[in-house]
């Protein structure tokens, strides 16, 4: 009798431990993801898959999903011809260039170019064609401050359901017309309304060629329609109140340098930068 209630004592105690690591196991999935430290551009493929893939695979057709190709030899040869720049030249490595046909270029964790060396390492992007990412106008140069790595992570951890006010802490922004004006009607931009007139910017018409993700919806990505979209229109964010101001750059030397007062965060004082 003792060595059956030892027995069944062993049985019992062993199937609570199973429990228990299970339960553990239950904990650490549930568990919230940590926020970066700091911003810094992670690419669209992060926007990809479980969480925004209609809206990626739109992207990839759109004329953002294709800004990096542009800048290759042969390439929209009567628009170069036309702000006098040679259409057989490479500009896929030239500074003033790269910071609008790319993301997050010069900036923390953004795109590099090839040839890129650090410490007898090359840190280029790697590009897949079958995946575009950080070479072409991705999520983050419209939709966050100085890269997505923070608020995207909100994003997950509250599973969508998030105020304005909680991403844009952390560099989401919501002044998308003023952010447009980032590259397309930017000083150092050579395609100028005075060149010809399809260089006027009119962000309603434009808006409508970023992501026409209604077609690109399926039973495999059905779930991942933004239920709260319809609530955050009815929230009016800092941004929208204040656009955040644009960042200014020169070009010296063969290098794009930002100017410091110009940029929308701060990063000594980790603080957003609003236009007065």
């Not at 898959?49 to 739109?58: E, K, V, W």
């Not at 900036?107 to 897949?128: C, E, L, N, V, W």
């Amino acid at each position: 009798m003792g060595k059956t209630f030892k027995f069944l004592s062993l049985i019992l105690f062993s199937f609570a431990i199973i429990i228990s690591a299970a339960g553990d196991a239950d904990a650490k999935k549930k568990k919230k993801k940590k926020i970066p430290k700091s911003p810094s551009y992670v690419g669209a493929v992060k926007c990809n898959g479980s969480c925004h893939d209609s809206y990626y695979q739109a992207w990839v057709k759109s004329p953002h999903g294709n800004t990096y190709n542009l800048l290759k030899p042969g390439v929209r040869e009567k628009a170069k011809k036309r702000v006098k720049l040679d259409p057989q030249k490479d500009y896929t490595s030239t500074p003033l260039c790269l910071r609008c046909h790319t993301t997050g270029y010069r900036q923390k964790g953004g795109f590099k170019p090839a040839g890129t060396m650090h410490k007898g390492k090359d840190r280029s992007t790697k590009i897949d064609p079958e995946e575009p990412n950080l070479e072409q106008v991705g999520c983050e140069m419209c939709h966050s401050v100085a890269g997505g790595s923070q608020f995207r992570v909100v994003m997950k951890n509250t599973k969508g359901d998030f105020k304005k006010a909680e991403t844009e802490k952390y560099g989401q922004r919501w002044d998308y017309a003023n952010v447009c004006t980032r590259c397309h009607t930017h000083k150092k931009t050579p395609f100028k309304p005075d060149v010809h007139d399809k260089y006027k910017f009119n962000f309603e018409e434009r808006k409508l060629k970023v992501h026409d993700k209604d077609k690109y919806w399926n039973e495999d990505n059905e779930d991942q329609k933004l239920e709260k979209l319809k609530d955050r229109t009815k929230e009016v964010s800092v941004s929208e109140k204040t656009p955040l101001v644009i960042e200014d750059f020169a070009v010296k030397k063969g290098k794009l340098l930002f100017k410091g007062k110009s940029m929308p965060y701060n990063k000594k004082k980790k603080s957003f930068n609003y236009k007065k």
